[in-house]
């Protein structure tokens, strides 16, 4: 927060990870506006004014209408980060909330405040608000830290509600999910003017289909003006040797999420693969990427463990 200028409403509801609109909304309906405004009328949220929207933020995205969350915020001190809002009160007769389960708040614990806005919105189900917040934090920080340090914490988070809240929660992971997929896709642009030697070949083993984490390499790959072939999910492994053999890539990255599709022999075969002509031919680098390759043995193959390894692991083979 500036001292003594605080926030516009653009910047509070970037925060919030709400449209600017939901927030004049809600001080003209509510009350729940700035109350400090400069010479030309604008607004300038202070601190306490920011912590009333994030508890009425908090409250809403449970289910509470906005005209009783407001009246529960009016005069109340906010709850501490990540303790979530009380919950409203049972009509009579509801059985008794379980014991053990996780509070409707998410437990992002210590994170860029961008996580927070973007889990409010995904919580909310608000598409728009989520779009631009996703495309905003990839703009301002670029791939591998908005992946590592923003979207991934948050995916993390909504992941540990669904695990801890039964079926609930299934259809914010979802939504969130396909959001980031299509922000990355609109982070990701061809590369023209590739040549063989030069690409990189995305896929998943066969029988796995979390593309996430490809569609992720494939953007910071992308946004370093270094060409991609994306293959996706679960791609047969005719289709993939023959894709290797097609394309002649620099690198061949493999995404494993369990133990039961990563395929060590397959990984081996594509990494002896050559192509060129006689006294130059040349071999592709293989990624073995994801949790399933964990404990596998796979020698001579490179084995990042995140986002910018891989992405220097790229660099240094088909950068040049």
Not at 22 to 51: E, F
Not at 162 to 167: F, V
Not at 261 to 273: D, E, G, K, V
Request: with cysteine; net charge positive; glycine share 10%.
């Amino acid at each position: 927060m500036r001292r003594g200028t605080g926030l516009t409403t653009g910047e509070v509801a970037r925060r919030l990870g709400v449209a600017p609109t939901t927030v004049r909304s809600w001080d003209r309906r509510y009350g729940l506006g700035a109350r400090t405004r400069t010479g030309g009328r604008h607004r300038r949220w202070t601190a306490d004014d920011v912590a009333r929207l994030e508890r009425m933020c908090a409250l809403t995205a449970t289910g509470v209408p906005p005209a009783d969350a407001a009246r529960m915020v009016s005069g109340r001190t906010p709850p501490a980060p990540d303790d979530g809002p009380p919950a409203p009160a049972k009509p009579p007769g509801a059985p008794a909330a379980r014991r053990g389960g996780a509070s409707s708040g998410l437990r992002l614990g210590d994170v860029r405040q961008e996580c927070r806005g973007i889990a409010r919105a995904a919580l909310r189900l608000d598409a728009a608000a989520l779009d631009s917040l996703l495309l905003s934090v990839i703009a301002e920080h670029g791939l591998v830290t908005a992946w590592t340090e923003v979207i991934m914490p948050t995916l993390q988070a909504v992941g540990r509600k669904w695990e801890t809240s039964g079926e609930r929660y299934v259809e914010v992971e979802h939504f969130l999910s396909w959001h980031v997929s299509g922000a990355l896709h609109r982070a990701t642009a061809p590369v023209a003017g590739d040549h063989p030697g030069t690409a990189t070949v995305l896929a998943c083993m066969p029988g796995e289909n979390h593309t996430l984490p490809l569609e992720v390499l494939a953007a910071a790959l992308s946004e370093r003006a270094l060409p991609v072939r994306m293959f996706g999910a679960a791609v047969p492994v005719e289709s993939l040797v023959a894709a290797v053999r097609r394309t002649g890539p620099a690198v061949v990255a493999l995404w494993a999420q369990s133990r039961t599709t990563a395929n060590p022999p397959l990984a081996q075969h594509i990494a002896a693969m050559q192509w060129g002509v006689s006294g130059a031919r040349r071999n592709p680098a293989v990624l073995l990427l994801g949790p399933g390759w964990n404990g596998q043995a796979a020698s001579g193959l490179l084995r990042p463990l995140d986002l910018a390894q891989a992405v220097a692991a790229v660099e240094s083979r088909a950068g040049g």
